[in-house]
Nanobody, 124 residues
Framework: QVQLVESGGGLVQAGGSLRLSCAAS????????LGWFRQAPGKEREFVATISGSASRTYYADSVKSRFTISRDNAKNTVYLQMNSLKLEDTAVYYC?????????????????WGQGTQVTVSS
C-alpha cells in the first residue's frame, strides 16, 4: 500500500508560481504511474497531469499545458507539480495519486491511492 501526503499549497497572486510536492511511502514507488488532479468547490474532480514510472512520459490537461510541469524524484519518493503563470481558474484543492498503470493515466478510476489534498488559491 502507498500513502501520499501533499504539501506546498497556499495563496499566490495571478501570474505567480507555486510548487506542490507529494511524498510517498513504500519501496515500490518507481513502479507506479503518478497523477495530479484538482477539484474546485461544487465542481467535478478533474485531471491535471500524469507521469510514468521512469518519468519518460508526461501528459497534461489542455488547460494547464505549457504552464504546469509534473516531475518525480524516485530516490526521494516524491512527485512535484510546478505551476507557473497561475490564473484565477487554477484555484482548487490539488490531489496527488498513484496508479498501478506504470505509464500513467488520465482517468481517476485508474488510481488506487490518493493524498489528502492541498489548497491552492490564486488571487487577483
Amino acid at each position: 500500500q502507498v500513502q501520499l501526503v501533499e504539501s506546498g499549497g497556499g495563496l499566490v497572486q495571478a501570474g505567480g508560481s507555486l510548487r506542490l510536492s507529494c511524498a510517498a511511502s513504500g519501496r515500490t514507488f518507481s513502479t507506479y504511474g503518478l497523477g495530479w488532479f484538482r477539484q474546485a468547490p461544487g465542481k467535478e474532480r478533474e485531471f491535471v497531469a500524469t507521469i510514468s514510472g521512469s518519468a519518460s512520459r508526461t501528459y497534461y490537461a489542455d488547460s494547464v499545458k505549457s504552464r504546469f510541469t509534473i516531475s518525480r524524484d524516485n530516490a526521494k519518493n516524491t512527485v512535484y507539480l510546478q505551476m507557473n503563470s497561475l490564473k484565477l481558474e487554477d484555484t482548487a484543492v490539488y490531489y496527488c495519486a498513484a496508479s498501478p498503470r506504470i505509464g500513467g493515466a488520465v482517468g481517476p478510476g485508474a488510481y488506487d491511492y490518493w493524498g489528502q489534498g492541498t489548497q491552492v488559491t490564486v488571487s487577483s
